[in-house]
């Protein structure tokens, strides 16, 4: 039997580059996207062996913006995957658009081939604050973008907001929050701001020009936040991620849960088996490496039984559920308490972990403080 495979695609355009952002993308180089997209089916094209042994569960079409391309490339992007793998049971096709860079026809494209879930960033719906962090668009346009999204038949949606950032206060979240409930979005990230080496805040933090808020009211933003939607129906099931019932987001379920998935295109990552491999960051080396018909890959590695259970611990707590007992017995054929019991013990006791229903999970306070068990539970 096939075994069931999440498919990522690395689109790395964006119109500009938001003041936090280091994902990597590269602001104004529509002359590069012609190029970018053959070799990036060159790439799928030499990977049509390895995908003969998996049937694809979900795509998620990631950047940068991938809506600032024209929708014929990602229609042409789909189209290969539907020619050449395994793709009659695909549940999910995720595309991240941002609201100055998505329109009304190229959201009627994405629905008629085939993609089923929109991911739109909007970080806050305060101007003045969206004007800070370099975006580009208002919150009136976030809301034109909804509408066009809604009007084009999507229900699956979700939003993404940041907590944390300059000038930043907890009713600020709060409204930006009830902004988007209020709208009946299904999906909402909120992520907390990580000021990104060599990004432009990071420069303005180390000349103490950002405002940012100190460390209670950070903390204060984010418990609000689950409190206040999870008294709006949805469900909190990842550190970042709440959703109405039935829209969690199958994919990143994939990395979570340390299912097999794939990364096509610049910088993307793979997690195949006991191999981990993951494509240049580079753009030149990328296309190079392409041209001469080696596999974009800079590097891999093999992981033994002991790392990918200390992986699978790690990202799973980060699911709200936690990591079950069973699951890990039966993906590993060893007791979770053979391996970890005494790091688990130490971090109950002190109230960063509880054990519910056969699954280790971090309480209210470990959420705040993970980092302490994550170190624990590295080897020595
Ligand atoms: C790759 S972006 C794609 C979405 C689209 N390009 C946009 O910005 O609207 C995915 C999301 O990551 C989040 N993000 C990016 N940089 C971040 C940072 N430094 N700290 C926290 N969240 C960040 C933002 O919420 C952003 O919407
Ligand atoms: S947040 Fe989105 S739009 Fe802004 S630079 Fe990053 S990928 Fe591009």
Redesign the pocket.
Known sequence: MLKKIAIYIHIPF?SSK?Y????ISFPNMDNRVHQYVRYLLKEMDMYKDVMKEYKIDTIFL????PSYIDQKHVEGILKYIYDNYNSSEIKEITI???PETVTYDKLKVYKSIGINRI???L?TTKDKILKEIGRRHTFEDFLKAYEATRKAGFENINV???FGLPNQTVEDCINSLDAVVTLGVKHI?Y??????EG?LMDKWHREGKLNLPDEDSERQMYHEAIKFLESMGYKHYEISNFAKEGFKCRHNLYYWKLEPYIGFGISSHSNIGYKRFWNYKDYNKYINSLQMGHFPVEGEEYIDENMKMLEYMIVGLRLIEGVSKEEFKNTFKIEMDDIFGLVLDKHKKQGLLTEENGNIKFTKKGLDLSNIVYVDLLPD
């Not at 936090?20 to 994902?23: A, E, L, R």
């Not at 990631?62 to 913006?65: A, E, I, L, N, P």
């Not at 992520?191 to 990104?196: A, D, F, H, P, Q």
């Open positions: 964006c938001c936090y952002c280091d994902f990631g950047g940068g913006t991240e658009v941002n991911s739109l960033g970080q993404d907001l940041i990230s992520y907390s701001l990580i000021i990104e990004t």
